[in-house]
């Protein structure tokens, strides 16, 4: 059973707009979420994170929001950019094993 | 710079073949991961290491072994015992378990079966 889920595997947005991307976790307890972006061919590179005590964190153009009631997860960019487009993966820690669980992905097209 | 090398970038296995992968890093962290993504799926656990000498199992560790004897390096055996490796593999590290630091990854390495 997947614990931490990304049900949209694609996005496509104008640039200039602002781009959201969700992310949803079955286990309460998970007390820090990440956000990684992904070229093909590389492996994923830090973008922003969030304990589980806030539920907002921002950093420039990227903003992370946490429903801890709804257990979802949200990574706002705004102004989307053409150099934005990749695979952006969430992840969620398990505080029992320190365990990192990955979602399966959501593909951003920035559109020019 | 300080960051986590993974080696080789392509890697062929015959079968019945043990292959091994390589992942060094330089950043003074505890923690080591290797995970697996196949196509339209996210990262899947193999293994981790929170210190040297010691590691567990991820959730898809079988056809698998790795060894920590030193900090900074965390190979990965792919047995002849995976049926199925084929796959895209990727290395990270964190500083320590407790902490509330991102993972680092390396560029992976992709393996493929001849």
């Known amino acids: 059973d997947q614990q931490v889920k990304q049900n949209s595997p694609s996005l496509s947005v104008q640039e200039g707009r602002i781009s959201i991307l969700n992310c949803d976790y079955t286990?309460?307890?998970?007390?820090?979420f990440l956000w990684y972006k992904k070229y093909p061919a590389e492996g994923p590179t830090f973008l922003i994170s969030?304990?589980?005590?806030?539920d907002k964190n921002e950093d420039g153009r990227f903003t992370v929001f946490l429903n801890k009631s709804a257990k979802h997860l949200s990574l706002h960019i705004v102004p989307s950019q053409p150099g934005d487009s990749a695979v952006y993966f969430c992840?969620?820690?398990?505080?029992?094993?320190?365990?990192?669980?990955f979602g399966t992905g959501t593909r951003l097209k920035v559109l020019a | 710079d300080g960051g986590i090398t993974q080696s080789p970038k392509y890697l062929f296995r015959k079968e019945g073949q043990n292959v091994t992968l390589s992942c060094e890093q330089n950043?003074?962290?505890?923690?080591m991961y290797w995970y697996r993504q196949d196509p339209g799926q996210g990262l899947r656990l193999i293994y981790y290491?929170?210190?040297?000498?010691?590691?567990q199992k991820g959730d898809i560790a079988e056809g698998y072994s790795v060894s920590r004897e030193k900090k900074e390096s965390f190979p990965l055996t792919v047995t002849s015992a995976q049926k199925n490796p084929t796959a895209f593999y990727l290395c990270?590290?964190?500083?320590?378990?407790?902490?509330?630091?991102?993972?680092?990854f390396g560029d992976g390495t992709r393996l493929s079966i001849l």
């Open positions: 992840a969620a820690r398990d505080p029992g094993t320190y365990k990192y669980i």
């Open positions: 969030i304990s589980s005590i806030k």
């Open positions: 286990n309460s307890m998970f007390d820090y």
């Open positions: 990270a590290s964190s500083k320590g378990r407790r902490d509330n630091q991102p993972q680092h």
């Open positions: 290491s929170q210190i040297v000498n010691d590691f």
């Open positions: 950043l003074n962290h505890d923690a």
